[in-house]
C-alpha cells in the first residue's frame, strides 16, 4: 500500500508562486497532481513518468506550472508560478504503479489527502 503525503499549500497573492512537494511511502511509477475547486469536478493538473521523466500537462497548468520528481527520494513537485484566483482549490497528488501518463483520475490507485491553495486577488 502506497501513501502519499502532500505539503506546500497556502494563501499567496495574484501573480505568486507556490511549490507542492508530494512524498511516496512506496514505490510508484507515474505521479500526478489534480485539482478540486468548490462546486466543480476534479481537474488534471500535471502527471510525470519515474522512468523517462515523460510529463503531461492539463490546460490550466500549460505555460505556468512544472511537474518534476525526485525519484531517490520519490516525491514529485508541482512548481506554480503566475497563480490566477481562479486557481484556488485542494491540490491532490496521485499515483499509480502503472507506467503510462495519463490524465484520467480513475487511472490512479493511490491519492493524498490533498493540500489547499488559496489565490488573493
Known amino acids: 500500500q502506497v501513501q502519499l503525503v502532500e505539503s506546500g499549500g497556502g494563501l499567496v497573492q495574484a501573480g505568486g508562486s507556490l511549490r507542492l512537494s508530494c512524498a511516496a511511502s512506496?514505490?510508484?511509477?507515474?505521479m500526478a497532481w489534480f485539482r478540486q475547486a468548490p462546486g466543480k469536478e476534479r481537474e488534471f493538473v500535471a502527471a510525470i513518468s519515474r522512468w523517462n521523466g515523460n510529463r503531461d500537462y492539463g490546460d490550466c497548468a500549460k505555460g505556468r506550472f512544472t511537474i518534476s520528481r525526485d525519484n531517490v527520494k520519490n516525491t514529485v513537485y508541482l512548481q506554480m508560478n503566475s497563480l490566477k484566483p481562479e486557481d484556488t482549490a485542494v491540490y491532490y497528488c496521485?499515483?499509480?504503479?502503472?507506467?503510462?501518463?495519463?490524465?484520467?483520475?480513475?487511472?490512479?490507485?493511490?491519492w493524498g489527502q490533498g493540500t489547499q491553495v488559496s489565490v488573493s486577488s
Open positions: 512506496g514505490r510508484t511509477y507515474t
Open positions: 496521485a499515483a499509480t504503479a502503472k507506467s503510462g501518463v495519463r490524465n484520467e483520475y480513475d487511472y490512479y490507485d493511490y
